[in-house]
């Protein structure tokens, strides 16, 4: 933990340097990061993508539809006012668990909204649920969940 | 045009932009049934200039031909100023396309 704050702290003295707003770099998690992209469940996937971690659950919303038809394409909105880091999606349904990891940029705004294919719930056991984890610039975690059921998969082509 | 279907726009301090991404997206499970090869977009950059607005990894999961939201400020744009949007898929093809900012 003590190693993260330093760590942090030296990445925002060289981000403060610039005196205009610079770009930062991209990065690339699927890269950075392989195994959280193999994670069958999202625990897992949230280990390797952060390590052991503690999530506050708040300040994070997540918008799905209650009951998605079709499988193919669920609308997801993720919100939050929390000066972000990164924010990243699972969700349990699939056969891997990671969806999407944001690199947030310093000052940026949190409402994305994407698409994204899901299998039918009643082949897991009927509790899909979409999970949002967001890395404040404050060092800590947060997280927002949004409960669903898809009623036809949309991951058998 | 063909691969991506762009729309930014200002609205008070925030530009708005929802972007359609051609691409099928094809998971490992369909590419399997399929007898095709897994391919799907792994990765979308967004930059306004040099400046990265929109940066995101992405997995086999998000739908077929992706549709996608996001926001930012405003702050440091002028008129005529584009957002250049790049997507790159597992077979390493990179696509990026532009748009101008409306209401700047």
Known sequence: ?157 | MANMKIKAKARGDVVGVKVLAKHDMLTYDQAKAKGKKANFITHITAKVGDKIVYDVSTSQFWSKNPQFKFKFKKDGFKDGDKISITWTDLSGKTVTEDKKIKGL
């Open chain 1, 1 to 157: 933990m003590k190693r993260r704050k330093f760590l942090g702290l030296g990445l925002m003295a060289v981000a403060a340097m610039p005196a205009t707003l610079s770009a930062i770099s991209s990065i690339d998690f699927r890269a950075t990061k392989p195994d959280a992209w193999k994670a069958k469940t999202v625990d897992d996937a949230i280990k390797a993508l952060y390590g052991e971690i503690k999530a506050e659950e708040s300040g994070v919303t997540v918008k799905a539809p209650k009951v998605a038809s079709n499988g193919g394409a669920v609308p997801v909105t993720i919100k939050s006012d929390i000066a972000a880091k990164t924010v990243a999606v699972f969700q349990n349904m699939d056969p891997e668990s990671a969806v999407a990891v944001f690199n947030v940029p310093e000052g940026g705004i949190v409402d994305y909204f994407l698409k994204i294919k899901l299998k039918a719930t009643d082949e897991n056991g009927g509790n899909g649920v979409i999970t949002v984890i967001v890395e404040g610039r404050d060092g800590k975690f947060y997280k927002g969940t949004m409960a669903l059921q898809v009623a036809k998969g949309g991951c058998e082509g």
